[in-house]
């Protein structure tokens, strides 16, 4: 399965500032995902990343809020912006690859605090 | 009606026990399921993928899916402490759109 780094692993910002997460996988992918976690809670799916194309957000998310780039087939960004508390969670990467080209493998996350 | 369902437990057996983790899930046209661990700070693991209906097992695992009543199980033989961790079940809809469940806690008793 593809190896996924994530930077930075954690971060605390101020409310009102914006945090650009990377991911970077070691083999090329045609589709990247971004989750966010909140404390407790199970995954939700911010929006799907594809090279050469504006990534398709989930309903609730927008991307004026969590605008993403995609520039090649192995590196994407998703940045926060405005943060505020409620923005606190942890921030995943995931890359679909395996068997029928559908299972889906995590990048080591970025926990963040938004103070 | 959420997309996934799952007990969130907490869900504890003895070690060398059986653990036996449940998931319905609601679009009947659904084609994907996945079996994921996370540890407690950790990112989601995957443990399991299964596509057809009946069992499929790999080492101490095994995933059961039965399409007509829109349920996957994962059961866990020989359990040990090193398995004490939440448990999410994915199922990939029809469009690909991709639904977690919110997570079974399991904890393992030496």
């Known amino acids: 399965s593809a190896v996924i780094s994530q930077k930075p692993s954690r971060d605390i910002c101020q409310r009102g500032t914006s945090l650009t997460i990377q991911c970077q996988v070691d083999?090329?992918?045609?589709?990247m995902f971004w989750y966010r976690q909140q404390p407790g809670q199970s995954l939700t799916l911010i929006a799907t990343?594809?090279?050469?194309?504006?990534?398709?957000?989930e309903s609730g998310f927008v991307i004026d809020k969590f605008p993403i780039s995609r520039p090649n087939l192995t590196f994407s960004t998703l940045t926060v912006s405005n943060m505020s508390p409620e923005d606190s969670s942890i921030y995943l990467c995931?890359?679909?690859?395996?068997?029928?080209?559908?299972?889906?493998?995590f990048g080591p996350g970025t926990r963040l605090t938004v103070t | 009606q959420k997309e996934v369902e799952q007990n969130s437990g907490p869900l504890s057996v003895p070690e060398g026990a059986i653990a036996s983790l449940n998931c319905t899930y609601s679009?009947?046209?659904?084609?994907?399921f996945f079996w994921y661990r996370q540890y407690s700070g950790k990112s989601p693991e995957l443990i399991m993928s299964?596509?057809?209906?009946g069992d499929k097992e790999d080492g101490r695992f095994t995933a059961q899916l039965n399409k007509a009543s829109q349920y996957v199980s994962l059961l866990i033989r020989d359990s040990q402490p090193s398995d004490s961790a939440t448990y999410l079940c994915?199922?990939?809809?029809?469009?690909?759109?991709?639904?977690f469940g919110t997570g079974t806690s399991l904890t393992v008793i030496p």
């Open positions: 995931s890359v679909e690859d395996g068997q029928g080209g559908d299972e889906q493998y």
């Open positions: 083999s090329q992918v045609t589709m």
């Open positions: 990343a594809n090279q050469g194309s504006e990534a398709t957000y």
């Open positions: 679009d009947r046209g659904s084609q994907s």
């Open positions: 299964i596509y057809s209906n």
């Open positions: 994915a199922v990939k809809r029809t469009g690909n759109q991709f639904y």
